[in-house]
């Protein structure tokens, strides 16, 4: 293995030099990732860091149904550019993004391939200068790793897995853990959706996703031969036939599929491929990459109205409220007392979930009897609470248009679209227009069931949330879940490909002994200070208050830190972590800091450095687990101090714990309880374990 990896970084050395035929060297604004590009007869791509190679000779091929490959022939022209750009997202967890990075675009007779080498990144995308219909019968996508080095992976789940027929894990929830591997250990039987993140002892950390997938179908990964360390691209082909079925008759399930995957009128432009490199861990969990390579919303369309922040959710509490004179359920009264508790409290928003409209119908203008949708938006508006309601695929796709004049005009705030499922060409097709529709009704969407984001948040920014993620709903049922580690994996990864909607706030805090799944009572796995600190940590414009109102009420402090806790930010500073054991971010907004802190199974203390806080002198005010919270999970201590930004905090994290400082420069009352504070700061990274 070391003789084949000096081969081939000899041969990456002659593309840096120049010497390989027909060779571009892209290099990175600050130098230290180089793409060689080889177009000598088909197109490959190597990646090198800091003189280290990284990945070797990646096709970019598309193949058309008339015989044509994009990607193999003369080059007629290469034209290169340089920008450096400041990117001011309406919202993000930052105010502004830095967007610098070199292009060369290889330009054919009938098409172009793009490279952009950031800092942060590299990526490529295919343009089609078609001028009549054609359609892509498949598309080479290969990263060859320059060795055996160890992944981090989410395989599909479903049942009976066989690389005979991709079919069965091209219908599923894009829902599932990490598993750390390398890639000749791959099960050769599974798909693996991204993203998907590369581990490099001692170096470099990569995390493969894909942007501005807008009419394509989304990308797979596999590894089906056990001595290669390559990653192939997988797309599911397009459907012939949908039909209505799965769950209360909502989804579309495919009968059969054309033997190509994708088709197109004419001239388009297919998704990025993206790889982020850094550093290190935390420096991926603050990557830009995806957001910056999606296309900017349309200037001409105005997008002020659109109003991130928290939601008071009825589903994962199962309707339990009580201490009330009625019986809790979909009915006005328990969404009348869940507008009023939102109210109270500062929240934006009520979701009225699945069970208003009539069950098995997929008709969202069959109402059950036992809810008025206007009066419950009539009632919320009045108390200034707006309503969004939750939608299955069919019922939403065969009424779109009429479906969302009908409800905006009503006042309903957005859409929560549910049981997509998929994503091929059809259903990214369908995501699209979700978003345009909407957004011409003035409406917010917040898509489950659904693939990872792959920008279309900057695009059409009232697509505020997407789930494709492993979230609390899985402590309801599944008793071996290990979702404290979860939480400690994907902000390196998930969270790379852009917000989610996680749906934390659990106020029933279970201990890894003490865990178990309920539906109806569920519990969080952890402490409630990791349940705070999700709310930081996590990327999640809009984010749900998952538990009850009653449970809330009972624990007043934790509600006051929910209701005020910011959900989009002007700036954000990573302050350490590793990958599957802890992370401290930092946020800001206006000139308010939070920092938050989430940990694994592992007991640790953190020193948080305070140095990049601006003011001298502050107040400190945190949230963190209690001496006692290893053995009951909602054991927390509530203190502030004051301190100035040449100190630091050491904070210590129980088993399954997390901690949330917030940092004001002039305090409005100091309580007489202190927290340790140390003059030592952390000397490896500004967050360190002790």
């Known amino acids: 293995m070391k003789r084949f990896i000096l081969a081939i970084a000899a041969l990456f050395a002659s593309f840096m030099l120049g010497a390989a035929p027909k060779s571009e060297a892209i290099p990175s604004p600050d130098g230290k990732i180089v793409v060689a590009v080889n177009y000598s007869s088909a197109l490959t791509f190597s990646v090198g860091y800091n003189s280290g190679l990284l990945l070797y000779d990646c096709p970019v091929q598309m193949k058309l149904e008339n015989g044509k490959t994009y990607g193999k022939g003369k080059v007629l022209d290469v034209v290169k550019r340089q920008v450096d750009d400041v990117i001011n997202p309406l919202i993000y967890h930052k105010k502004e993004i830095r967007d610098a990075y070199n292009e060369a675009t290889f330009r054919y007779k009938d098409h172009d391939v793009v490279f952009r080498v950031y800092n942060d990144g590299v990526a490529y995308r295919i343009i089609s200068h078609a001028t009549a219909p054609f359609k892509v019968m498949s598309e080479s996508v290969a990263f060859n790793l320059a060795d055996d080095w160890p992944i981090y992976v989410s395989y599909v789940r479903c049942k009976e897995p066989s690389k005979k027929s991709w079919e069965n894990q091209f219908h599923n929830n894009f829902e599932n853990v990490y598993e750390k591997i390398v890639p000749t250990a791959w099960n050769p039987d599974r798909l693996a959706f991204l993203p998907l993140y590369v581990e490099i002892p001692n170096g470099p950390r990569l995390c493969f996703s894909e942007a501005d997938l807008m009419d394509y179908p989304g990308m797979y990964l596999y590894n089906g031969e056990k001595k290669k360390t390559t990653l192939t691209g997988v797309f599911a082909p397009y459907p012939i036939l949908i039909k209505q079925g799965g769950h209360n008759e909502l989804e579309g399930l495919v009968n059969g599929r054309e033997k190509w995957i994708a088709k197109y009128d004419g001239a388009t432009e297919f998704p990025w491929r993206v790889i982020g490199i850094t550093a290190s861990d935390i420096a991926m969990a603050d990557n830009d990459l995806v957001y910056k390579l999606a296309k900017p919303a349309d200037p001409t369309i105005d997008f002020s109205w659109v109003k991130p922040g928290k939601v008071a959710w009825d589903w994962w509490n199962d309707w339990n409220i009580y201490g009330v004179d009625f019986e809790a359920g979909i009915n006005n009264e328990t969404y009348r007392h869940y507008i009023d508790f939102a109210a109270e409290n500062g929240i934006e928003y009520v979701i009225l979930d699945e069970g208003w409209a009539l069950k098995g119908q997929a008709d969202l203008f069959k109402v059950v009897p036992e809810i008025d949708i206007k009066s419950l938006v009539d009632y919320g508006a009045s108390k200034n609470v707006g309503i969004i309601l939750w939608a299955g695929f069919w019922a939403f796709n065969k009424d779109m248009d009429k479906v969302c004049k009908y409800y905006s005009e009503m006042g309903v705030k957005g859409f929560k679209v549910d049981f997509m499922n998929r994503d091929d060409q059809m259903m990214v097709d369908f995501v699209r227009r979700v978003a345009e529709t909407t957004a011409k009704y003035n409406l917010l969407v917040d898509y489950h069931g659904i693939y990872k984001p792959t920008g279309l948040n900057r695009t ?79 990327k999640s414009p809009l984010a749900m208050l998952c538990d009850s109102p009653s449970n809330y009420m009972e624990n007043k402090e934790s509600l006051d830190f929910i209701s005020h806790v910011p959900t989009v930010w002007d700036k954000t500073q990573p302050l350490g972590g590793t990958i599957g054991e802890f992370i401290v971010m930092a946020r800001r907004s206006d000139d308010v800091w939070y920092i938050a802190g989430l940990n694994n199974w592992d007991p640790r203390d953190v020193t948080v450095d305070l140095s990049f806080y601006k003011n001298t002198d502050c107040f400190v005010e945190i949230l963190q687990d209690g001496p006692n919270a290893h053995r009951a999970a909602k054991d927390y201590i509530h203190a502030f101090t004051t301190t100035d930004k040449t100190q630091s905090l050491t904070v210590h994290m129980a088993p399954g714990g997390g901690f949330v400082i917030k940092i004001i420069k002039q305090p409005k009352v100091v309580i007489d309880t202190e927290i340790d504070i140390t003059d030592d700061t952390a000397t490896t990274a500004p967050a360190t374990e002790k």
């Open 460 to 538: 059409w920014p009232n697509a505020i949330n997407f789930e494709g993620i492993f979230g609390l709903e899985q402590v309801k049922w599944d008793n071996d879940c290990d979702l404290v580690t979860y939480d400690v994996t994907a902000p390196y990864i998930r969270f790379f490909a852009g917000p989610a909607d996680y749906t934390q706030g659990a106020m029933r805090n279970a201990t890894k002994k003490n865990y178990v799944a309920i539906n109806t009572e569920p519990m969080s796995q952890g402490t409630r200070c990791h349940q705070l600190a999700e709310y930081v940590i996590f």
